[in-house]
């Protein structure tokens, strides 16, 4: 089905809307908005206004907080613990990323972890947030479980991702945001509605083996039979499974453990009160040589690998972040293709809440 | 072929006299066999004595110092930046770890960048250091090319390893050591000598597309024909190829671009004068809670995964670094394994130093 180009603006004014009509204060839903939008633009739909609904469900059920309730527990110069305080977590995240952003000015580091937050939206949103100030950005999230250890058969881990931009000169930023999964659950569920077998190396069914069926990978999940998502690197560890897990617990480690937040299974095991976690870096270049040779090199890198020999049959070799940028100027310019069941979705939050589709 | 077990004591002894007869001073000689005995005993045997050849060579020829040449060239309460000055990698590695570790205990976290160093052995040889400190520990380094960028046909990247580590409390600690490729270089080679076919997603040849012919890949790479291993996720996007590629460039940046060592072609294209970069991180947990909460709580996360369902056919679900401990103490008592071609290679370096291969 076609997709309707719908107008950044359109999308930022429906969301701001609704956010505030749930008692969001409007910087707040601004903040929201920016992310859920960002995530459209950079074509990262699986996490924008698609997702509108989550937070909906959790400002109406109440286990997220429409004001921030947000404190800063401990801190050092260069390191700060966060408790979320069950406030939206892109409102906490963007504030604990600031205070990063602050300490590695003063500090040329930053560390914040974060405890007691919700679902941040996209990690790329936060280093993105770095680059502003020619600092590099590292943004990290435990999840709920939806990834299973290599030689498991049920999921543990959450899709835990990692995102780190650093600036270049005249190329674009590098910006890289991936889940440790190989591939985003909504990717499953998309070959289910086509029909399709999947790859092996995606998920596993509910005997803990590498499966080509979305649908009895679904049905494991949804009934609790086991089952969910392979980490980076597939099923066991001929072809490094066993990396993409740890990445996953390595981003648990450093946003769970660290900060006190829930870790694993217990991340959403109580579904009313999430207990996520976040890890935002921030780190500052001239510490360690002049912006603009740093900016220079990473120019160079960039070349580099664009410039170089393409395997048989490619045209192009891609840096990390290119690919959304290139969306982003697009789409501002010819409107965000929606899903028409994305944009049925926002039209009846909209007139659940009194809220008109479109100013 | 039956592999003799040697004692680790002997292994220490024979690598200390090798490097003190090449005029490395014995405080920086222990340091050195400690990096390659510990990777060893941790059974990553393509990083220990195997590879002594390598520093002999580069001491011989004068591109590797045998005395320190390190200086800690620029400094901020948190971070530094040490020009390795073509030094020993495991000597200006573990002075720069060392720096770390100090800046973490006064200021909550260290962040260390080296460049003009050399290879360093393992990676886990710094983040483990952190352990003894009850610190979390983050080691990275930049290397020769051998890793193909997602879509083109000539390896740019090194294998840019990861490596990460966490104190746990009753459980072993988290230790993440691993290369950004699918697997190292040392396995083709070992499917080329068995005349064995490897599976799809480790290696393309000098089309660029995945073999599974390791005589075919490792004679493109012999030949600077193109070809080269694969970044963990295989070959394109559908695993997740371009997700291991963009781990290894943000290796790249972290350890070639922010520290001004080369990256990329560039580490080794003067093969006379390599440039390799590291990264080191030490974290005190302390300033986000109690280390006894963090130690309880990673124990917790370890025994979820590790008590949680198997998939079919398994028994056992590892945690990162368990393999590791496992054989060292086994090695430790019995002796470690080696490959009679890496011991007869060990006495060829002695007989031309004159050193007897055991004391």
Same mark, same amino acid.
């Given at each position: 089905?076609?997709?309707?180009?719908?107008?950044?603006?359109?999308? +930022?004014?429906?969301?701001?809307?609704?956010?505030?009509?749930?008692?969001?204060?409007?910087?707040?839903?601004?903040?929201?908005?920016?992310?859920? #939008?960002?995530?459209?633009?950079?074509?990262?739909?699986?996490?924008?206004?698609?997702? !509108?609904?989550?937070?909906?469900?959790?400002?109406?059920?109440? %286990?997220?907080?429409?004001?921030?309730?947000?404190?800063?527990? +401990?801190?050092?110069?260069?390191?700060?613990?966060?408790?979320?305080?069950?406030?939206?977590?892109?409102?906490?995240? /963007? +504030?604990?990323?600031?205070?990063?952003?602050?300490?590695?000015?003063?500090?040329?580091?930053?560390?914040?972890?974060?405890?007691?937050?919700?679902?941040?939206?996209?990690?790329?949103?936060?280093?993105?947030?770095?680059?502003?100030?020619?600092?590099?950005?590292?943004?990290?999230?435990?999840?709920?479980?939806?990834?299973?250890?290599?030689?498991?058969?049920?999921?543990?881990?959450?899709?835990?991702?990692?995102?780190?931009?650093?600036?270049?000169?005249?190329?674009?930023? %590098?910006?890289?945001?991936?889940?440790?999964?190989?591939?985003?659950?909504?990717?499953?569920?998309?070959?289910?509605?086509?029909?399709?077998?999947?790859?092996?190396?995606?998920?596993?069914?509910?005997?803990? $083996?590498?499966?080509?069926?979305?649908?009895?990978?679904?049905?494991?999940?949804?009934?609790?039979?086991?089952?969910? &998502?392979?980490?980076?690197?597939?099923?066991?560890?001929?072809?490094?499974?066993?990396?993409?897990?740890?990445?996953?617990?390595?981003?648990?480690?450093?946003?769970?453990? &660290?900060?006190?937040?829930?870790?694993? &299974?217990?991340?959403?095991? @109580?579904?009313? /009160?999430?207990? #996520?976690?976040?890890?935002?870096?921030?780190?500052?270049?001239?510490?360690?040589?002049?912006?603009?040779? %740093?900016? $220079?090199?990473? @120019?160079? !890198?960039?070349?580099?690998?664009?410039?170089?020999?393409?395997?048989?049959?490619?045209?192009?070799?891609?840096?990390?972040?290119?690919?959304?940028?290139?969306?982003?100027?697009?789409?501002?310019?010819?409107?965000?293709?929606?899903?028409?069941?994305?944009?049925?979705?926002?039209?009846?939050?909209?007139?659940? &809440?009194?809220?008109?589709?479109?100013?």
């Amino acid at each position: 089905m076609e997709h309707p180009l719908i107008r950044e603006e359109t999308l +930022r004014w429906f969301c701001e809307q609704v956010l505030t009509k749930l008692e969001v204060p409007k910087a707040d839903a601004q903040v929201v908005t920016d992310v859920l #939008v960002l995530a459209d633009l950079r074509g990262i739909d699986s996490h924008g206004v698609a997702r !509108l609904g989550r937070y909906v469900a959790g400002l109406k059920e109440g %286990f997220m907080k429409p004001k921030d309730a947000s404190r800063t527990v +401990r801190e050092t110069k260069a390191t700060a613990l966060v408790d979320g305080g069950q406030s939206l977590g892109q409102v906490v995240g /963007k +504030r604990a990323m600031d205070l990063a952003i602050r300490k590695a000015k003063d500090t040329a580091v930053g560390i914040v972890a974060v405890r007691n937050s919700n679902h941040y939206g996209i990690a790329g949103y936060y280093s993105l947030m770095a680059l502003e100030h020619n600092l590099i950005g590292v943004s990290m999230t435990n999840a709920g479980p939806l990834v299973v250890p290599t030689f498991g058969r049920t999921s543990i881990l959450g899709t835990n991702p990692i995102s780190l931009a650093a600036p270049a000169m005249k190329e674009k930023a %590098f910006v890289l945001d991936m889940a440790t999964s190989t591939v985003p659950r909504g990717k499953v569920e998309v070959y289910n509605r086509l029909g399709q077998s999947m790859p092996h190396g995606w998920a596993v069914d509910e005997t803990g $083996r590498s499966s080509t069926d979305p649908a009895r990978v679904l049905n494991a999940l949804a009934k609790r039979l086991g089952g969910g &998502l392979l980490p980076l690197g597939g099923e066991g560890e001929d072809l490094g499974g066993h990396k993409g897990y740890g990445l996953a617990l390595m981003v648990d480690v450093l946003c769970g453990v &660290l900060s006190g937040a829930a870790t694993g &299974l217990q991340v959403y095991a @109580d579904e009313k /009160k999430p207990n #996520v976690g976040h890890f935002f870096l921030a780190l500052d270049p001239t510490a360690f040589r002049p912006l603009d040779e %740093f900016r $220079r090199d990473m @120019d160079r !890198l960039v070349r580099e690998l664009k410039d170089s020999p393409k395997a048989q049959g490619q045209e192009r070799i891609y840096v990390h972040g290119e690919k959304s940028f290139a969306r982003m100027e697009k789409f501002r310019k010819e409107g965000i293709p929606l899903d028409p069941k994305v944009v049925d979705g926002l039209k009846k939050i909209g007139t659940d &809440l009194g809220i008109a589709w479109s100013a």
